[in-house]
């Protein structure tokens, strides 16, 4: 990362760098409105740090749905106004360790729950590329962030496609990790078995130095796991050798003809720098949408069940505690997080437990399948992130299915577990960006990294800037 050898080398310092950081925000944040807490303390912060710490003192911006000692916690949510977390995340905590300086906290759609950032409780996220446009969500702000060049890197979380989409609509690089590779601790709930927390930078480059640092087991997130070393290692330089898979059931009609045309242009270079491109299937995508519309929403029902106006700030009504829970969900809680609670506790109920949760929970497995059978022959699968580039701010007000199908691409990583990075492949007629997902096998990140470097290493598509000032 070249923010990062410029600290290492130091040719510039943690604290100009903090401070530079947020002289951007205090310019361009009015017009973007990417966060929702600034650290006006940063850069003091910074000028503690040890400069031979592996981070140096970057500084990055984390999605206000991780806790960071110090720091407001709102999740996008009007429920958690002043919060105050009493400790960080794990993800957090081992950034700041290395010597990250977190210089504030980004927008996203209420407890992550969106496509578009437009749920935050807070107001909208504006696209630096098209300020009429959305950023992506739900981790728009980070995303936003990082295309406007106000961080080098920022944390998300992807939980249905959360850190893919939006680093697509913005033009910039994102990695979902392996469920289980990167603690969860700290992270607020929404979907259990398939949130991850990652990173979003501009490049490649930019995500390998944080994703090493975050990695790895956790004592107090039970899911996470030693990563065992993956099976094939890929080269950077070339890509002779390696298969790509290009699966027919993300090339459906209903998706915009740019996005489809530059995903394959994309493919073709991955070609020409050596990879095998071979055609496969994965014949339950179909099926990934009503599935996580099942499951996330009864997993965050359940989660979000902690939201009861005792725990956290604030409260309201006062005549009996049955009272209090439905005065305080009813008036904090937002029309989405409101639809989900009420279609997973229907899908959890008695009676159509079995008919809902547990069906889908079946279908997920065949999702799963999917994927094994198709690393058995292939690397990595290349296919389009969001069947759109980022859509008009509002387009999609009022109607909760148009921004569900906004995710059919990116469902499946999460159902399955395994692995997305997001990568720029060029742009629409109108200028907006557009991304291509490769996944792979679980544990298999360093491939993915070693493809999109070979690409980023022949393709200037990362290196594009949205002219904000
Ligand atoms: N858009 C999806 C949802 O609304 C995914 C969100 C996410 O990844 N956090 O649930």
């Known amino acids: 990362?070249?923010?990062?050898?410029?600290?290492?080398?130091?040719?510039?310092?943690?604290?100009?760098?903090?401070?530079?950081?947020?002289?951007?925000?205090?310019?361009?944040?009015?017009?973007?409105?990417?966060?929702?807490?600034?650290?006006?303390?940063?850069?003091?912060?910074?000028?503690?740090?040890?400069?031979?710490?592996?981070?140096?003192?970057?500084?990055?911006?984390?999605?206000?749905?991780?806790?960071?000692?110090?720091?407001?916690?709102?999740?996008?949510?009007?429920?958690?106004?002043?919060?105050?977390?009493p400790f960080t995340a794990t993800s957090v905590k081992k950034l700041q360790d290395a010597g990250a300086v977190i210089i504030g906290k980004t927008n996203t759609d209420e407890f992550a729950m969106g496509?578009?950032?437009?749920?935050?409780?807070?107001?909208?996220?504006?696209?630096?590329?098209?300020?009429?446009?959305?950023?992506?969500?739900?981790?728009?702000?980070?995303?936003?962030?990082?295309?406007?060049?106000?961080?080098?890197?920022?944390?998300?979380?992807?939980?249905?496609?959360?850190?893919?989409?939006?680093?697509?609509?913005?033009?910039?690089?994102?990695?979902?990790?392996?469920?289980?590779?990167?603690?969860?601790?700290?992270?607020?709930?929404?979907?259990?078995?398939?949130?991850?927390?990652?990173?979003?930078?501009?490049?490649?480059?930019?995500?390998?130095?944080?994703?090493?640092?975050?990695?790895?087991?956790?004592?107090?997130?039970?899911?996470?796991?030693?990563?065992?070393?993956?099976?094939?290692?890929?080269?950077?330089?070339?890509?002779?050798?390696?298969?790509?898979?290009?699966?027919?059931?993300?090339?459906?009609?209903?998706i915009q003809a740019e996005v489809e045309e530059r995903v394959r242009e994309a493919i073709k270079m991955l070609k020409m720098l050596g990879a095998e491109i071979i055609p496969i299937n994965l014949p339950h995508t179909e099926y990934a949408l009503p599935v996580y519309y099942i499951l996330a929403p009864a997993e965050a029902s359940a989660n979000l069940a902690r939201y009861d106006g005792i725990r956290y700030t604030p409260r309201e009504g006062e005549k009996s505690l049955e009272d209090v829970y439905r005065q305080t969900r009813g008036k904090h809680f937002g029309a989405e997080v409101e639809r989900r609670i009420m279609l997973g506790t229907y899908a959890l109920s008695a009676g159509y437990y079995d008919a809902y949760y547990g069906q889908a929970q079946k279908v997920r497995t065949l999702i799963r399948r999917d994927f094994e059978e198709a690393f058995k022959n292939v690397d990595a699968i290349a296919a389009p992130i969001a069947p759109t580039t980022a859509f008009e701010i509002g387009s999609h007000g009022d109607d909760p299915l148009a921004m569900y199908l906004e995710d059919i691409f990116t469902l499946p990583a999460n159902l399955a577990g395994v692995p997305g990075l997001a990568l720029p492949v060029g742009f629409d007629g109108d200028n907006m960006p557009i991304g291509m997902q490769l996944m792979g096998a679980p544990f298999s990140e360093e491939n993915l990294f070693a493809i999109g470097r070979a690409y980023q290493g022949a393709t200037d598509w990362h290196k594009e800037k949205p002219n904000i000032g």
């Open 115 to 254: 496509s578009s950032t437009e749920n935050s409780a807070y107001g909208v996220t504006h696209n630096p590329w098209n300020l009429d446009r959305v950023p992506g969500g739900s981790s728009g702000g980070s995303a936003a962030a990082v295309a406007a060049g106000i961080v080098p890197a920022a944390l998300g979380t992807d939980t249905g496609g959360s850190i893919r989409q939006p680093a697509s609509f913005c033009g910039i690089s994102g990695i979902k990790p392996t469920y289980g590779r990167v603690s969860r601790y700290g992270l607020a709930a929404y979907g259990s078995s398939l949130d991850s927390v990652g990173i979003l930078g501009r490049s490649v480059d930019d995500l390998i130095p944080l994703f090493e640092v975050m990695v790895g087991k956790d004592p107090l997130d039970a899911t996470t796991v030693d990563a065992p070393s993956i099976t094939r290692k890929l080269s950077a330089e070339s890509l002779v050798g390696t298969r790509i898979g290009v699966p027919a059931e993300y090339f459906v009609k209903g």
């Open 1 to 85: 990362m070249k923010t990062l050898k410029e600290l290492q080398d130091g040719k510039t310092t943690s604290r100009a760098l903090t401070k530079a950081c947020l002289a951007r925000v205090e310019a361009l944040d009015s017009s973007l409105h990417a966060f929702l807490h600034v650290d006006e303390s940063a850069p003091e912060r910074a000028s503690q740090v040890d400069k031979e710490s592996p981070l140096a003192g970057l500084p990055i911006a984390v999605k206000d749905i991780l806790m960071v000692e110090g720091m407001p916690a709102t999740c996008g949510s009007k429920i958690l106004e002043g919060f105050m977390p």
